[in-house]
């Protein structure tokens, strides 16, 4: 396995600050009154597509102009502020590169953009805080998907911003490029910088960064330590749709259970809601046994990521 160099800690550290911020196309509300304060380490954008994460990194990274209230950093609005750009990188989901550049030259390329005195050191350097030296003469359509990311990576990297902005940085990865990148990732905020990336995956956010924040819907759901949010989320009421051979007789003698906090009995079974998951799905087959009912059928019914993001915005 690879291991990252430590990249060179920033003079000083940055604090992000959103404030009320909200921003509609025309009717749709994409981000809907966020605050937030992002300060060195990493932090985990989590929440299902279409949540807004890529609006509010658009309008971190002062791409996009919030509709209402403001993004700062160190006090400074980042929207149309080019002093702001200088410490700030973004790596977004979308954006193309070309692929019959060197990842050197398209480094070079950003490092010239920003005007930097000494564009080969800078991207040289960009280039070995991502491990791409061996690689960095051949052409970027060679590359593989985790390779291509870590170039872009490199070039939000080059003019060696605070801040750096990664949406969904995961994505399409293998095992190994991903455990690569969440290692660079973990330096760059072990080194002070202000790291946020975002992803819809929980698993994704748990390995990379304790401290997290959900939005559901435009909103912001949650906000702090990810196993604090973890429990929130797996100790809700969970429902289930039972089906059995005498739905009546199950409903009765689940009601006496003290892991069911409710029985509901329709037309085409049961719906039951249970407070601890792995309890009820323990008890029901025996309860089921002793009255001689077989069960036909249990389904979760809102094991959707949708759904636990959801419990978490009404509770
Ligand atoms: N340029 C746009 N014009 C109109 N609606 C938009 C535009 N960009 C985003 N939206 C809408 O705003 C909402 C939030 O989108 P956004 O891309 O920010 O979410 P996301 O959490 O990044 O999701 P994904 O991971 O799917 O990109 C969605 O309903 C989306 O359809």
């Known amino acids: 396995m690879t291991t990252t160099s430590n990249p060179a800690p920033p003079t000083t550290t940055s604090t992000l600050t959103l404030t009320g911020v909200s921003r509609w196309y025309g009717n749709v509300v ?14 985990g954008l989590l929440g299902p597509n279409g949540a807004g994460k890529t609006t509010l990194l658009h309008m971190m990274a002062g791409f996009l102009a919030p509709s209402r209230g403001q993004v700062t950093l160190d006090g400074r609005p980042t929207w149309r502020n ?17 692929s019959f550049l060197t990842a050197y030259e398209y480094v070079l390329a950003t490092a ?20 791409m030296e061996s690689a960095q003469d051949r052409r970027i359509g060679t590359y593989s998907k985790g390779m291509r990311q870590r170039a872009r990576v490199a070039a939000a990297l080059v003019h060696e911003p605070q801040v750096l902005l990664l949406d969904e940085p995961f994505n399409g990865m293998d095992p190994r ?45 949650a906000s702090g330590d990810f196993r604090t949010i973890r429990r929130l989320m797996t100790n809700r009421p969970h429902v ?11 409903a009765v003698a689940l009601m006496a259970e003290p892991s069911v906090s ?33 069960v036909r059928q249990l389904l979760p019914e809102d094991e959707s990521l949708e759904s636990v993001f959801s419990y978490l915005v009404e509770a």
């Open 177 to 221: 490029q991903r455990l690569h990148m969440m290692e660079l990732l973990h330096s760059l905020g072990d080194a002070g910088r202000t790291i946020l990336f975002s992803s819809h995956i929980l698993e994704e956010v748990e390995q990379v960064s304790g401290t997290v924040q959900v939005m559901v819907a435009g909103r912001l759901a």
């Open 262 to 294: 409710g029985v509901e009995l329709g037309r085409d079974g049961l719906t039951v809601r249970a407070g601890d998951y792995g309890a009820f799905t323990r008890v029901l087959p025996k309860v089921a046994l002793a009255r001689g009912i077989r």
């Open 30 to 43: 994409a981000v809907n009154d966020v605050s937030m304060s992002l300060g060195p380490g990493v932090t």
């Open 82 to 98: 080019p002093a702001v750009y200088r410490q700030l990188g973004l790596v977004s989901e979308r954006e193309a590169v070309h």
């Open 240 to 250: 289930f749709a039972v089906r059995s051979t005498d739905d009546r007789a199950l």
């Open 112 to 131: 010239k953009l920003h005007k930097l005195p000494d564009p080969q050191a800078a991207a040289r350097r960009a280039i070995a805080m991502v491990e």
